[in-house]
C-alpha cells in the first residue's frame, strides 16, 4: 500500500530534551515536506526537500532540524524542544513538484512540557 | 508574497442542499491552486486541483471548483452535501518559481442530518 508513514504518534517530552520524528514514503517521491498544523493557522511549512541531500526552508523554521540521506526517509530533529513547537506535525511526500499534489501521513501529536 | 484565505472558519449546511467553501489567493504570476480535506484524527486527503486549462475542475467524492482569475478566488462546491462529508477543509496556492505550498486556516464543514 502507497503511503506516508509517521513516527511516534504522540509523543509527551519536557523543555530541552533532544527528540527526532521519523518520516518514510514508500512511493519514491523526490519531494517531501514537514508542517505543523496550529488552531486558527491552519498548515504553515516548517522545511521541505526537493530530492536527496537537497533542503530547505519553509515559513517557520526556527527551532527545527531536517536531513535527506535518503529517498525514503526525512526526519524532523527538534534540538531543544519548548513548550511553543507543542503542535500536531504532518510529513508529506509527492512526485516533483510544482503540478503533483501532496500525500499526507497521519500525524505525530507532540506535547512539550 | 504568496497568501490564501478561507474566510470563514465555521460553514453549516443541510444534508441534501449544495455546499460553498470559499477560498481566495494572492500570488505573483500563475496560481497552482488545491483543495485538501482531513477527517477527524486523520492526515489531510488530495480532492482536487488547477493547473491549467478548464476553469472548472471536478475531483474526488463529486466535489469541483471554479477557478476565477479575475476574482482571484477557487471556492469548493458539491451539489448535494453528505453528513459524511462534515470534515475540515484547507485550499493551497503555489505561486509560479516557487517551491512551497501555502496553506489557508481551514474551514469547517458541517452537514446537518
Known amino acids: 500500500e502507497a503511503q506516508v508513514t509517521q513516527n511516534p504518534r504522540y509523543l509527551i517530552t519536557v523543555t530541552g530534551k533532544k527528540l527526532t520524528v521519523t518520516c518514510s514514503q514508500n512511493m519514491n517521491h523526490e519531494y517531501m515536506s514537514w508542517y505543523r498544523q496550529d488552531p486558527g493557522l491552519g498548515l504553515r511549512q516548517i522545511y521541505y526537500?526537493?530530492?536527496?541531500?537537497?533542503?530547505d526552508k519553509g515559513d517557520v523554521p526556527e527551532g527545527y532540524k531536517v536531513s535527506r540521506k535518503e529517498k525514503r526517509n526525512f526526519p524532523l530533529i527538534l534540538e531543544s524542544p519548548s513548550p511553543n513547537q507543542t503542535s500536531l506535525y504532518f510529513c508529506a511526500s509527492s512526485l516533483p513538484f510544482p503540478y503533483n499534489e501532496q500525500f499526507f501521513g497521519p500525524g505525530t501529536r507532540l506535547t512539550v512540557l | 508574497a504568496q497568501s490564501v484565505a478561507q474566510p470563514e472558519d465555521q460553514v453549516n449546511v443541510a444534508e441534501g442542499n449544495p455546499l460553498t467553501v470559499k477560498c481566495t489567493y494572492s500570488?505573483?504570476?500563475?496560481?497552482?491552486l488545491f483543495w485538501y480535506v482531513q477527517y477527524p484524527n486523520r492526515g489531510l486527503q488530495f480532492l482536487l486541483k488547477?493547473?491549467?486549462?478548464?476553469?472548472l475542475v471536478k475531483g474526488s467524492y463529486g466535489f469541483e471548483a471554479e477557478f476565477n482569475k479575475s476574482q482571484t478566488s477557487f471556492h469548493l462546491k458539491k451539489p448535494s452535501a453528505l453528513v459524511s462529508d462534515s470534515a475540515l477543509y484547507f485550499c493551497?496556492?503555489?505561486?509560479?518559481?516557487?517551491?512551497?505550498?501555502?496553506f489557508g486556516t481551514g474551514t469547517r464543514l458541517t452537514v446537518i442530518p
Open positions: 526537500s526537493m530530492n536527496v541531500e537537497v533542503t
Open positions: 493551497a496556492v503555489r505561486q509560479t518559481g516557487a517551491n512551497n505550498l501555502f
Open positions: 488547477y493547473i491549467t486549462g478548464d476553469n
Open positions: 500570488v505573483s504570476g500563475n496560481p497552482y
